[in-house]
């Protein structure tokens, strides 16, 4: 048969992040960031993406959230976090690959030694993982707002691992 046409563009890799990132396993709260990020899919206009939700959280119940191990920011980390904060604030750039231009020229201008090291600072630091989405969509669906706050709570050293 034919295959099913894509709902509401949102990857179930990107879903998974989402779940981890909010530290949720309430299918209302992932469906509220979805429809900021394509405002015609709900779970009735897109039963697919519906089901997509709920194997998202009960992986993320059974695998991810069991392993997930935050850390602290280092100098230079702490200061690369506070420029992407800060570019994420003066963007009107609400794309996914304006977003991702704006995360390379950070790693790029701020001290990594590659760009595969200050993903895997994002991903450590604000997942709580080693590997992750590509950062410009996960902040375009998880929100520039919400990711601006997330990085403020972990400069001020709260223990995001709560929510």
């Known amino acids: 048969g034919a295959p099913p046409a894509p709902e509401g563009h949102v990857t179930?890799?990107?879903?998974?992040?989402?779940?981890?990132?909010?530290?949720?396993e309430d299918p209302k709260v992932l469906w509220g960031f979805i429809t900021r990020y394509a405002p015609d899919a709900t779970p009735e206009t897109a039963p697919i993406l519906d089901r997509l939700v709920?194997?998202?959280?009960?992986?993320?119940?059974?695998?991810?959230?069991?392993?997930?191990?935050?850390?602290?920011p280092t100098g230079d980390e702490r200061a690369a976090l506070e420029d992407l904060a800060a570019a994420l604030e003066a963007t009107?750039?609400?794309?996914?690959?304006s977003i991702q231009n704006a995360v390379y020229e950070i790693g790029k201008r701020d001290a990594f030694a590659d760009l595969r090291a200050w993903f895997r600072a994002l991903y450590e630091i604000l997942l709580g993982t080693d590997q992750g989405p590509r950062m410009g969509s996960f902040i375009a669906l998880f929100g520039k707002a919400e990711t601006?706050?997330?990085?403020?709570?972990?400069?001020?050293?709260e223990d995001i691992s709560r929510g």
């Open 54 to 72: 709920h194997h998202a959280i009960a992986y993320y119940q059974d695998f991810v959230k069991p392993s997930k191990t935050y850390r602290a």
């Open 12 to 24: 179930f890799a990107l879903l998974l992040n989402l779940a981890s990132a909010c530290n949720t």
């Open 92 to 97: 009107d750039a609400a794309d996914a690959e």
């Open 148 to 157: 601006v706050a997330l990085i403020r709570r972990v400069l001020a050293g």
